[in-house]
């Protein structure tokens, strides 16, 4: 009972140095004891945001990841931060058992007298004047695909020990700044496909190859492109030898169509109009620095499988289209040879045409923004919009620009 009292004297005694009063003193009163070993050394505090702190509390993985020369990023299952070191001008002290919420202990918490205030002792372990800051990054997939591009799989037939390395996904997260998610999301993006568990970008022109080849079976069956049956064509595009395995076929049906509903249980799948005529777009222009573009869309027309319709349209955020030119030109320009900082594409987008439209820089915008993040966001914030003969167009901010 002594030392109660003792305690309630020293704890009155502090708050008069303090030059507060007993009312002031919010419940329960905790009084700071600095353990011997106590030091700044030891612990480096982390700021979490609301999603990362929910994957600790669910019992998720945190992985730092980075080569010697890289700046370090911190990624959960789905999403990848930058790490900064932050300073405060007061120190942060780590108190284990500090008693913060009601909800704790409620019994502190409830009212009563004065007289009935116990301090609780608190050991603080450890302090510090800075703490890393996490910023939600886009992914770093340059390196990905940097990796990719070593060894393109161009068909069975090519397949030797030359050297040449391959990629799992466990070794492509060890060298890519980006988590598990993102990489699987990146891949699919690339279309990259997985051969001997190892993820690989087909060759171009293996894989313009493999798709004559799977055009024409449609056609010679007289299929609907809306409804390839899987089984059936596995058994008859290679009668006349391998060029399009079965697992490349249904690749290929996955990246450029979707698997459909069927009413017998028959694996068919729907070919999409747009990804084909993209496909058949960029080899029209992949070897070509520019292509008249009526002369273009002739061509292209007639390029694409019996039944598709192309649409320029669909050459958005994969060719640049110039209609101030005379005779107007087209020519591949394709969103993923941009650069991920913000920055750098805004400059590129800007260097290579003065005024866009919306429609025009989203498809180059939209692969860069993060969570809470808009393409409209991005361009208030790094372009100048103004009005062009009733339409509105995005140029560079930079002064002395000719916009």
Known sequence: MAEIISERKNMKLRIELAKMDLSDLRKPAQILDFAKDANDQEFTLLQLDADVLKVIENGGNLIIRGNEDDSAVLCTDDSTYNIKRALTSNKMLLIPECTREKEQ?????????DEEIVPLHRDVVGWSSEYLELKRIHPQTTRLVDLL????????????????????????????????????????????????????????????????????????????????????ATQKINDSGELVPTFILKHLLGSYGSQIPTNDGIVCYAIDEAKVCRLFAEMLLRDVQK??????????????????????KY?????????????HTVKLFKVDQLPLDMDARFNAL???????????????????????QTVSAMLTKYARASNLNGVKVYSTRKSGSKS
Not at 200 to 214: A, N, S
């Open 291 to 312: 292509f008249n573009l009526s002369e273009f869309l002739d061509v292209w027309k007639y390029s694409v499988p019996a039944g598709m319709v192309t649409n320029e």
């Open 350 to 372: 800007f260097d290579v045409k003065e005024k866009w439209t919306f429609e025009q820089i989203e498809p180059y915008i939209e692969d860069v923004c993060i969570k809470g």
């Open 149 to 232: 591009k070593q060894n393109y799989y161009k068909g069975p037939q090519h397949e030797q020990d030359d050297g040449q390395k391959s990629y799992t996904l466990s070794e492509l997260l060890e060298e890519v700044q980006a988590s598990e998610v993102e990489v699987m999301t990146y891949l699919c993006k690339l279309n990259a496909c997985c051969v001997d568990g190892r993820w690989r970008l087909l060759d171009f022109g293996y894989l313009v190859d493999c798709m004559g080849e799977l055009f024409q079976l449609i056609d010679s069956e007289s299929w609907s492109c809306g409804s390839v049956p899987f089984i059936e």
């Open 315 to 327: 050459l958005l955020g994969l060719a640049l289209v110039d209609k101030c030119s005379n005779p």
């Open 105 to 113: 202990m409620p019994e502190l918490f409830s009212s009563g007298k």
